[in-house]
């Protein structure tokens, strides 16, 4: 049997509209979610839902997915010398590593939508985009 942090969960916030809190839901496992008021009692209402999905799909019989397998955290990029050094520079500004510098600006750009328009695309910041952990 799978443990059970060993599958990856998403967690948003709900917009007032949807009751506001905090959603989290399991990618691998259709219908299984939970929320709370706060990240943390929706991560712990999680890890209950996660647990009878589990029990509830092995007594009936249904095939369990496995979980999908965890990034490492590490992916290698190549940029033109041009904005390495833009990103150095500015990494040297804001007292950070590029690495952090990168990261923060990757996080940022996770929580925008972005739509084709006549000439390129406009991107609109997402108040409600899953955070995936």
């Not at 969960?9 to 990618?27: D, I, K, M, Q, T």
């Not at 009692?41 to 979980?67: F, Q, Y």
């Not at 955290?73 to 390495?84: A, E, N, Q, T, Y």
Request: aromatic letters at 6%; charged letters at 20%.
């Amino acid at each position: 049997m799978n443990r059970i942090m060993d599958y990856p969960f998403e967690l948003r916030p709900l917009a007032e509209n949807e009751g506001g809190g905090w959603l989290v839901s399991f990618p691998n496992l259709p219908g299984c979610m939970s929320d709370g008021q706060t990240p943390e009692e929706a991560v712990a209402n999680g890890k209950d839902a996660l647990a009878a999905w589990l029990r509830a799909a092995e007594e009936t019989g249904r095939e369990i997915p496995h979980p999908s397998q965890n990034p490492s955290g590490k992916f290698v990029v190549r940029v033109p010398r041009s904005l390495h050094a833009r990103l150095a520079i500015r990494a040297r500004q804001e007292g950070v590593s590029m690495n952090a510098l990168v990261s923060a600006f990757l996080s940022e750009s996770l929580g925008r939508t972005y739509t084709r328009e006549k000439g390129g695309f406009h991107c609109a910041t997402s108040e409600t985009q899953p955070i995936m952990l």
